[in-house]
């Protein structure tokens, strides 16, 4: 090997070696800043967690505390019963306030006082002779006045442990504020609400408590908390989450009832294996060793749900196909059985039969027709309406004339029918595709006739707010929320029992309203009928007369 290539391999080895060498060094770069990222992402996300569950604690106790308000307020307010008089020993009284503690295993009653917050009665009470002092405890006066509330942590009347009491103000004759009724609940491990807080415990040192307007601890999952102040390193004051003293805290209002819920835990535990370098360490390797897998696996799982999903729309189509074609072929099954047997009978029998009969068989024969017709042709314009190439022709109509006539063709093929129908006096003018607004009356009719087999029609025709308003009612059995939901959609078939038709015809008749600038609803109350309307925009009235 010559000098000139020795000293050539040379300089590559020291470029490989310091690529090499900065590869590393960015590496490591790169591994610090994602240990130190995913700690902090890892912390961040976990406060917003812990703080996410303590607001809902919070909002889950002031709806309960809101519906305990309401709740009293119906009883205690109820003006079917006798009325408060909060005077000493009241038999009336006592007989209400015993009727609203019935558990016989209680260990808190009830007391009731007068507006100057003297005694007056009570259930349970430790001493009888505090009937006839006066019950000084913190927020009775504003109860007095007027406002339920929470009181905070005192000694009670009816247990030697201290108690909240559910204070709420009382009303008399002619609804005067006479006094208030207090409902002691103590404060101790073995008391109901307690129970149910002291099962929030969270790891070794994690605590929940509910502390009330003084500072003092209601209920907490650590029974050697309750009835004391709150600890000082907690600030009460700032609702969120907090770092202190080595310690976190979560604190959220509880407005309805003055209280505070509060979440305390050793920062350590809190954040556990997010401060530990070894677990960062594993994570990482774990992390890169499987990221080639992972990419494998997210590239497949892609194209595995793209596959699913692909699959799962053929198989909708396929569905809505078969669906499709057995409603087609049930429905047109019908008209053309009977218009081959109408025609069939009147072949055989033309020269035995009537002259009315024979009318009455061709007019059946024509009716079955007419319902072939109209299947096949909502079947074709709902192609071409998906394909837009539904065709218009607008001109300037008596929206009155072209409702008659729907009506009047839908008599003659049903005269036993009942259909009322109401038109203003004056000409309501819109522009419109006259066959298809016919088409539309003709769906409208048709459904309605079907939903309603027994029921007489209404139909009515008004103008108002510059639209022209058709509305078609029956008093068939109308149809729930879900039906009006989806009743315009394609293939929503009937509200009867034995529903019937290709679910096309009101899906038809929002496509010809939508594409004439107007709107169509339906409203029904289940079981009263129901009524479906349509609006068009008005126009004014032709200067010439309109060809008809």
Known sequence: MTAPQEAFRNRRDRVLLAAAVVGVLLTSALVVFTVRKAEHDGSAALQRLQQSQVEQLARSMDTRIKTVYVQFAGILDNPQAPPWSATARNPGDLARITALSPNREARTGIVLVDTQGVVTNGTLLRDPAAIGTRLTRPGLDAVLRGAPAFLPVAPGLTTALPTVALAYPLKGVGGRRVGALLYEVEVAPTSDFNAEVSQLRSGRTGQFSFVDSKGVVVASSDASLLGRALPRQVDRGRNGFRRAHGQVSVVEPVPSAGWTAVFTQDGSEFDGALTGPLRSALLLIVLG???????????????????????????????????????????????????????????????????????????????????????????????????????????????????????????????????????????????????????????????????????????????????????????GPGMDEAELSRVFEKFVRGRTATPAGTGLGLYICKQIVTAHGGEIHAESDEGRGATVTFSLPLVEAPLEAVPV
């Open 289 to 475: 060793g499987a990221l080639a897998a992972g990419l494998s696996v997210v590239l497949l799982a892609r194209r595995l749900r793209a596959a699913r999903e692909e699959q799962r729309r053929l198989q909708e189509v396929s569905a809505v196909r078969e669906e499709f074609i057995s409603i087609v072929s049930h429905e047109l099954r019908t008209p053309v059985a009977g218009l081959l047997g109408f025609l069939q009978t009147t072949l055989d029998h033309w020269d035995a039969m009537a002259e009315d009969e024979r009318r009455r068989a061709i007019g059946r024969s024509l009716s079955s027709a007419r319902r072939l017709h109209a299947l096949t042709r909502d079947v074709l314009d709902t192609g071409s309406m998906e394909s837009g190439g539904m065709g218009y022709s607008f001109l300037p109509t008596d929206l009155r004339e072209e409702v008659t006539s729907a009506v009047t063709a839908a008599k003659d093929l049903l005269p036993d029918r009942e259909i009322e129908l109401t038109v203003p006096d004056q000409p309501v003018w819109v522009s419109c595709d006259r066959e298809r607004i016919t088409q539309v009356m003709t769906n409208l009719l048709d459904n309605a006739l079907k939903s309603a087999p027994s029921s007489p029609l209404a139909v009515t025709v008004a103008q108002a707010d510059g639209l022209g308003h058709v509305a078609v009612a029956d008093e």
